[in-house]
């Protein structure tokens, strides 16, 4: 599983600051019980913690999903949110939407269709 920690490039048009720093979460092929934990520990930042408590897990390399690693997502998130951050998803797979429908996190965790959507919390109006 693939973590890297890197912030949006460049100034706004006002001349603000880059957005705050976000972690990107990149797992690949298949997230189930036997990596869970995997996953678990990417989330939750290795060396960094929660000192960068925003972040992107782009699920667009993952070819299988079950109901494992929703609950390590829905735990990092909730530690996301007493940091003062968030956890977004960046998805095209009609399957994990379905799956996050079916368990009633849809609203909990919007489709995001880039990075840079996630950052700027712009999530996709439309069904993979």
Known sequence: MDVNTNAASGADVNGHQPAELCRVVSPAGELDLANAADLRTSLHGGDHGWAVPRVIVDLTAVTFMDVSPLRELRA????????????????SQPGIDRLLRATGLSRAFPRYATHADARTDAPTRARP
């Open 76 to 91: 990092a998130q909730t530690l996301a949110h007493s940091h003062g951050g968030w956890v977004r998803l960046v998805h």
